[in-house]
């Protein structure tokens, strides 16, 4: 082995090439980058969905419908999955930091009891709001609906 057998690694030779390392290089001068323009410039960066002048597709469909700012998404929880709580972990007082515990909602949830499903134990539920058919399930059986 001498230096005359010596390689560069496999895979660390990429060919890259020089750009704006003078005129005798091939690519000096504009660099590859063509002649005046904003490409052509340092520190340029092309705005998401522009389209070189033409009016950008998200502004060119036409939107419809309403969206309410201020509407309060609730995750919705049925009546069965209270039941199934009640008789797998015999949990009789249900608030959201029970939930929370069982991956039912997260912290930050706002949670809404719904109707479907049937109820045969007594509990207490603690939410932000119920539906009236989960509260006449709920008291039905002796329990208590309590909004938040």
């Excluded at 029970?98 to 939410?127: C, H, P, Q, Y």
Aim: proline content about 2%.
């Amino acid at each position: 082995m001498d230096l005359s057998n010596l390689k560069p690694v496999k895979g660390s030779d990429k060919n890259k090439k020089r750009k704006g390392r003078g005129q005798g290089s091939g690519k000096g001068g504009t660099s590859t980058k063509g002649h005046k323009g904003a490409k052509s410039r340092s520190g340029y960066k092309r705005r998401a969905g522009f389209e070189g002048g033409q009016m950008p597709l998200h502004r060119r469909v036409p939107k419809f419908g309403f969206k309410n700012i201020n509407r309060k998404e609730y995750r919705g929880i049925n009546i069965d999955i209270l039941q199934m709580l009640a008789d797998e972990k015999k949990i009789t007082n249900i608030d959201i930091n029970i939930l929370v515990e069982n991956g039912l909602a997260s912290k930050k949830d706002l949670i809404k009891i719904l109707g479907r499903g049937e109820l045969k134990t007594r509990l207490e539920v603690k939410a932000h709001a119920f539906t009236q058919t989960a509260i006449k399930a709920i008291e039905s059986q002796g329990g208590v609906a309590t909004k938040i």
